[in-house]
């Protein structure tokens, strides 16, 4: 019940993460802007290529442009979101944390992981987000009326509270600032009813709330939060249609909601129409075949695996694909689907990229020497355990490890 209850009670700053992962597009600019309900500089042609860039999984190209828009207007609180965005979401994805697999179970609240994030790319995160708020409560005193001030200080705290979530565990600092982020939003909707991209957090934290336990939903709503889920279906459908800045997101925390609600068939017609629209995003590709996975479609997730990593060989076709977080999903389902010798062989794969994180290297050795030991070659999987169990580095997988060097794993 604890476990259940920490996991629900940090639900939204997960979700935060895995739509903020995804970018945000911008309409391209005209003469007179067309949507008045966003800061002007969302309709600039600087900002969508921008976007575009970081669309595409290339974050150092995103970052220098955003880093010359944030320089060009050194008051603008959402040029400052940006750049904060592009720095936090590379790091996650180097760290391998933004395959949402890793948030299926409850056993990433307990996990021993330590995420080792360069404290020069801590230092400027921490430092981007204290200058975003406190540029935006400057603003909000100056014009109690700024609604882009609101909404880009609401952005800029909910994405700060997806970093330390995943990379401290600190949830209940995480908390705090999720709840602040949707105050923000309320009130921009308050300021200007028609600002659609606000709906997005509020949509996330009526979904959220509801999935709380009842006793728990009870004693926050006491303090005037409450949840509903299919109301944060709503909103995140509304920011998905009409919203400038939140859209391509809110169909990703679209998607992401209806998974968590074991709705896969709604789930992957949101996450088909992404995939199909952006090809060439590799995270969008990659979470259609987790959800192929997740709802029990073994050799159609098997194909869509496949294709991804085909896709990966061809040049130019994806930017800095990390290829771990697709072989290792292929090896789940190859092991759901009874294909232990396969399993085995791409969870090696997985191991072997030379870009994959300690933790997930260690992680997908374990499960290698797993499958070794269903097909009887002990010396291959105690030579797995090992490795999976050596000292330095992370040792997330180390108890595991070293049980079945002592018992062979004879489950599935």
Request: net charge neutral; charged share 20%.
């Amino acid at each position: 019940m604890i476990l259940k209850s920490r996991s629900t009670t940090v639900l939204t700053a997960v979700l935060l993460v895995v739509t903020l992962a995804l970018p945000v597009i911008a309409s391209p600019a005209l003469a007179q802007p067309i949507n008045p309900h966003t800061d002007p500089i969302n309709l600039t042609p600087q900002v969508r290529e921008a976007h575009e860039h970081f669309y595409n999984l290339d974050y150092d190209g995103a970052l220098t442009r955003f880093e010359a828009i944030q320089k060009a207007n050194p008051q603008s609180v959402i040029a400052t979101g940006y750049v904060l965005m592009v720095l936090i979401f590379r790091e996650l994805y180097h760290q391998d944390l933004l395959d949402t697999t890793y948030y299926a179970h409850d056993s990433f609240l307990t996990s021993k992981r330590s995420v080792p994030v360069p404290q020069a790319t801590r230092d400027h995160i921490e430092q981007l987000t204290n200058s975003a708020i406190a540029m935006a409560d400057q603003q909000i005193k100056d014009d109690p009326n700024n609604a882009n001030a609101y909404f880009a200080r609401g952005y800029a705290r909910g994405m700060h509270a997806a970093f330390i979530t995943l990379v401290d565990h600190s949830y209940v600092a995480a908390a705090r600032q999720g709840l602040a982020s949707r105050n923000d939003s309320e009130q921009t909707l308050k300021i200007d009813p028609d600002y659609a991209d606000a709906k997005m957090a509020m949509g996330i934290q009526q979904f959220a709330v509801a999935s709380l336990p009842r006793i728990l939903r009870i004693m926050i709503g006491i303090t005037g939060v409450t949840g509903n889920k299919e109301k944060g279906l709503d909103l995140l459908r509304d920011a998905a249609a009409q919203g400038l800045v939140t859209n391509i997101e809110s169909r990703t925390a679209l998607s992401l909601f209806l998974r968590h609600d074991a709705r896969y068939p709604e789930a992957l017609a949101v996450q088909h129409g992404l995939a199909v629209e952006y090809p060439r995003d590799y995270l969008f590709r990659l979470e259609e075949a987790n959800l192929t996975k997740d709802k029990g479609d073994g050799p159609a997730a098997i194909a869509a695996y496949k294709k991804v990593l085909e896709d990966s060989h061809k040049p130019n076709y994806f930017i800095d694909p990390r290829l771990q977080m697709a072989y290792f999903g292929l090896a789940d389902t190859q092991r759901g689907q009874n294909l232990i010798s396969e399993a085995a062989e791409n969870y090696l794969n997985a191991a072997a990229q030379p870009k994959c994180s300690d933790w997930l290297r260690r992680r997908a050795q374990l499960n290698a020497g797993q499958m070794y030991d269903l097909l009887h070659e002990r010396d291959k999987a105690v030579e797995q355990y090992q490795q999976a169990s050596a000292g330095g580095g992370d040792q997330s997988q180390a108890d595991a490890a070293r049980r079945y060097l002592k018992t062979p794993y004879t489950a599935k």
